[in-house]
């Protein structure tokens, strides 16, 4: 590692802009002994530490495989399309790299094939659209449907093109050989780096030893970056989930088949219907029922449906007794479904996602059953609802699955200890025998930023606070001449901020929501003196260099929303074993989400700025140290005078 990291090594004499970092060197030297000696790995690397080329190097240096799993499609691009190819040229060692996005990006021709005789399109921009999409599929490399960058995002028929797995007949495919996610598959397989995103990578765990759907060939290591997003993103894998949608579009895949068996052809489309009109009746027990808009959770009680085993009819619900319906519907269909004569391959597929839906819509139902270690609710967006359960604690199933599973785990972030401990994390993944460390940051944070904490803030819950705070942030973007983000921690206190805010500065106002992140961003990069108000989305993976951003205003602590079922399932969880869910989760938590915050700021060792947290929780509770203790050691005041006086200096 030193003849490459090291201050005359090859990154020195081949990098234009490389410059000797320490932390980078010994983050570098831990993943490689890591690799070597087959044993995890938790780094915690700030902005600035240079971490991607550190475990790309070692892990490049093993000539084994080894997926890199990424939070966003941002790094995954920024690895694939420059970090990658600056290793090819300058490391001596050639190596192959291949970039996995998850199934539904990819085109599956089998399905295409069949949409050209069915009725899936609704006017004629879709026919445009789907013509497009048939002459690109016939000539693209990848099948991957970012290539084609004038579809609209949300193409409503593109989820009945896609190559997701539960539609895949895998090697019975006639077009299996031609197949993307075939080809794709072959070029991982031909890869020694595979760089994928965390859903893709989970989805893949959880169906590995299963016959189909897999994508990922066998690796011997994984890295992920951004790590402290992977508890949320396992979870999801490794639950259940029905939706209106899935319900649907298997009952529209059902009507598109063409069957030479003409009786049990009709058997199907006759319990298909069925199964269609009782779902609308189910779809009822929930938020108002299936068509209707908006947006809600709602936690799913035991009382509210069904007693008993499924079969019995002890005890059941109005609702319960249209989950019944429901199920014996699914019945009479999988029975039609397995009376096919000579049935053709894409009835398997169809079998088997029907054997789904039934499988995950009892385990999600039949509460009274239901351990306690599964949190399940129900979820409106727009005009679907999903049903959903998953796992509270997911350090068991990721001990299993995974740590037990692969030899070397890497896990990096910016933000992976809270109060200068790994426990948080290693707690909630269950990763034991880590090896730790924490690689020193390359930025003088003592004299890039000022932490300003405003004397006087009424308590987040006090009426009073909104004014307060919007107060203090007209003066400090008159101290900072806008150039800030304001991370607000719920939209209904970003709107009003801005409200209370805007006529009071004469600097250009963004708001989160006003178009897309991505658009909102290009436009706060090239505004000059812009303010931006945000939440949740622009709390992480943002990237704003220079002057642009010199300052972030943070208004609450991030805690969790408590209302948030899987947020009260994990307190729940922890109180009722007697410990306490606060100190154990609810802080490190927000102290995991305010460190992201914060990293938006400085981005570069020339960037400079203000740091404001106006909840003054931080100063006037105990737990308020621990959030202190976690940022970067830098300066302090309560006097907005030094705010003035740290702009007016440069
Ligand atoms: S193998 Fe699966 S994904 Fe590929 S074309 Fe066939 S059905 Fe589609």
């Given amino acids: 590692m030193k003849e490459i990291f090291g201050r005359n090594g090859l990154l020195a004499r081949r990098h234009p802009e490389y410059e000797f970092r320490k932390g980078q060197f010994a983050m570098a030297e831990a993943v490689a002994r890591a690799l070597e000696d087959r ?16 475990y790309l190097i070692p892990a490049i240096a093993t000539g084994r495989r080894i997926v890199v799993s990424t939070g966003t499609k941002n790094l995954q691009e920024q690895l694939y399309y420059k970090d990658i190819p600056f290793l090819q040229k300058v490391l001596p060692k050639s190596f192959r790299a291949t970039y996995l996005k998850g199934r539904s990006n990819y085109v599956c021709l089998k399905r295409l094939e069949l949409a050209e005789d069915s009725p899936l399109l609704e006017g004629l921009e879709d026919i445009d659209h789907f013509e497009e999409i048939n002459r690109w599929a016939s000539v693209t490399e990848t099948g991957d449907r970012a290539e084609l960058t004038d579809l609209p995002t949300n193409l409503p028929f593109w989820r009945h093109l896609d190559a997701r797995s539960e539609s895949c007949i895998g090697s019975k495919c006639e077009k299996f050989e031609n197949c993307f996610i075939t080809r794709a598959r072959q070029r991982a397989l031909e890869s020694e780096i595979i760089i994928v995103n965390h859903h893709l990578f989970f989805a893949d765990l959880a169906l590995r030893g299963r016959e189909w759907g897999q994508v990922l060939p066998d690796y011997d290591a994984v890295i992920f970056d951004e790590a402290h997003q992977i508890e949320d993103v396992a979870m999801q894998y490794f639950g259940a989930s029905v ?36 779902a609308d009746q189910f779809w009822l027990n929930f938020q108002g029922g299936a068509g209707q808009t908006g947006d809600s959770k709602m936690v799913l009680r035991r009382s509210m449906f069904f007693r008993g085993r499924p079969g019995e009819s002890t005890d059941v619900t109005p609702a319960g007794e249209r989950y019944l319906a429901l199920r014996k519907a699914l019945d009479r269909l999988i029975a039609a479904l397995k009376m096919v004569g000579d049935p053709p391959a894409e009835l398997e597929a169809l079998q088997r996602r029907t054997d789904q839906i039934k499988f995950d819509l009892d385990f999600i139902m039949h509460l009274e059953a239901a351990d306690d270690t ?3 609710w129900s979820e ?20 299993d699955r995974l740590f ?26 269950g990763i034991e025998g880590a090896v730790e460390m924490v690689a020193e940051s390359n930025y003088d944070y003592q004299n890039q930023v000022l932490l300003y904490l405003p004397p006087r803030m009424p308590e987040p819950r006090e009426s009073g606070f909104t004014a307060a705070a919007a107060t203090e942030i007209i003066s400090i973007l008159k101290a900072s001449q806008g150039r800030a983000f304001v991370l607000c921690t719920s939209n209904a206190q970003m709107t009003s901020l801005r409200k209370l805010v805007e006529p009071e500065i004469d600097f250009p106002v963004f708001m989160q929501g006003d ?9 706060f ?65 927000a102290v995991i989400n305010l460190k992201q915050g914060v990293g938006r700021l400085i981005r570069s060792a020339s960037d400079r700025g203000v740091l404001s947290i106006l909840d003054p929780r931080l ?12 940022l970067p050691a830098c300066r302090v005041t309560r006097d907005i005078e030094d705010v003035h006086k740290f702009f007016a200096s440069h």
Avoid at 389 to 398: E, G, K, R, Y
Wanted: net charge positive; proline share 3%.
């Fill in 619 to 630: 100063v006037t509770k105990s737990y308020g140290q621990q959030f202190i203790s976690s």
């Fill in 39 to 54: 044993r995890h790995l938790l780094v915690e690397a700030g902005t600035g530490t240079g971490k991607t080329l550190a």
């Fill in 374 to 376: 599964f949190v399940r």
């Fill in 515 to 523: 178009g897309s992140n991505a658009g909102i961003l290009a436009r």
């Fill in 525 to 589: 990069r090239s505004t000059p003196h812009a303010v931006l108000f945000a939440t949740a989305g622009f709390w992480q993976g943002v990237d704003v260099r220079g002057e642009a951003l010199s300052c972030v205003i943070i208004d609450k602590l991030p805690f969790a929303v408590p209302s948030d079922p899987v947020v009260a399932a994990r307190q729940n969880f922890i109180d009722q074993q007697g410990r306490s869910s606060f100190g154990e989760y609810s802080v490190p938590a």
């Fill in 380 to 399: 409106r967006r727009g005009r679907g609802i999903t049903l959903q359960a998953v796992p509270i604690d997911a350090s068991a199933i990721l001990s």
């Fill in 243 to 278: 939706s209106t949608w899935q319900i649907a579009d298997l009952v529209g895949d059902l009507n598109r088949l063409s069957l030479a068996d003409r009786e049990s052809a009709t058997e199907i489309l006759r319990a298909g219907t069925r199964v269609m009109g009782l």
């Fill in 404 to 429: 037990r599973e692969t030899e070397t785990v890497v896990l990096t972030s910016a933000t992976l200890t809270t109060n200068g401990t790994f426990d948080f994390i290693r707690t909630r993944l």
